[in-house]
T-cell receptor, first 109, second 115 residues
Framework: GQNIDQPTEMTATEGAIVQINCTYQ??????LFWYQQHAGEAPTFLSY??LDGLEEKGRFSSFLSRSKGYSYLLLKELQMKDSASYLC??????????WGAGTKLIIKP | GAVVSQHPSRVICKSGTSVKIECRSL??????MFWYRQFPKQSLMLMAT?????????EQGVEKDKFLINHASLTLSTLTVTSAHPEDSSFYIC???????????FGPGTRLLVL
């Protein structure tokens, strides 16, 4: 079966760095996406990785290792507004997105 | 770019009535649109995938006669919840993408409350 695993909840301190991991087992791979979802709102696109390595975009970076079926989202200089759920999703061989359950990130002052 | 709108943002209706939700891609042509449902504190659940000009593909457990999807153009898809009941109350979110390998961009969602 297809499976995406990410931690249910994480807590971090304002100004710090946090890494949210995602491991996957899917039938085929056509890229991995990270989305941010604030409570009561729709998800917004953060990043896309299809090749191994690190993609940096401002305070957010996303890493992919296809051989390990592993990705992480790195958030630096955390701000209170980063409190949200972070969703990992993998596009399988049929170009369908397989969604993780999301990681709720709590930022404390 | 990649803006998706949804209308209405919030709707309250009586049990037994039908509700139509519109999803529009504003600055791109969406070959595929997706409809999701999300209950409070739960994960996104894909309801159906619709390609312009063809019938929607529904996920297992989603009643196609209850959730009617029309994707009449490359910029518009509609979801109609027919004979809505209180258990249909949820957050309905659409997304759209240009091509198979492309990113899905989400609309802001529609919060449905059935009394």
């Amino acid at each position: 079966g297809q499976n995406i695993d990410q931690p249910t909840e994480m807590t971090a301190t304002e100004g710090a760095i946090v890494q949210i991991n995602c491991t996957y087992q899917t039938s085929g791979f056509n890229g991995l996406f990270w989305y941010q979802q604030h409570a009561g709102e729709a998800p917004t696109f953060l990043s896309y990785n299809v090749l191994d390595g690190l993609e940096e975009k401002g305070r957010f970076s996303s890493f992919l290792s296809r051989s390990k079926g592993y990705s992480y989202l790195l958030l630096k200089e955390l701000q209170m507004k980063d409190s949200a759920s972070y969703l990992c999703a993998v596009m399988d061989s049929n170009y369908q997105l397989i969604w993780g359950a999301g990681t709720k990130l709590i930022i404390k002052p | 770019g990649a803006v998706v709108s949804q209308h209405p943002s919030r709707v309250i209706c009586k049990s037994g009535t039908s509700v139509k939700i519109e999803c529009r891609s504003l600055d791109f042509q969406a070959t595929t649109m997706f409809w999701y449902r999300q209950f409070p504190k739960q994960s996104l659940m894909l309801m159906a995938t619709s390609n312009e000009g063809s019938k929607a593909t529904y996920e297992q457990g989603v009643e196609k006669d209850k959730f009617l999807i029309n994707h009449a153009s490359l910029t518009l898809s509609t979801l109609t919840v027919t004979s809505a009941h209180p258990e249909d109350s949820s957050f309905y979110i659409c997304s759209a993408r240009v091509g198979q390998r492309e990113t899905q961009y989400f609309g802001p969602g529609t919060r449905l409350l059935v009394l």
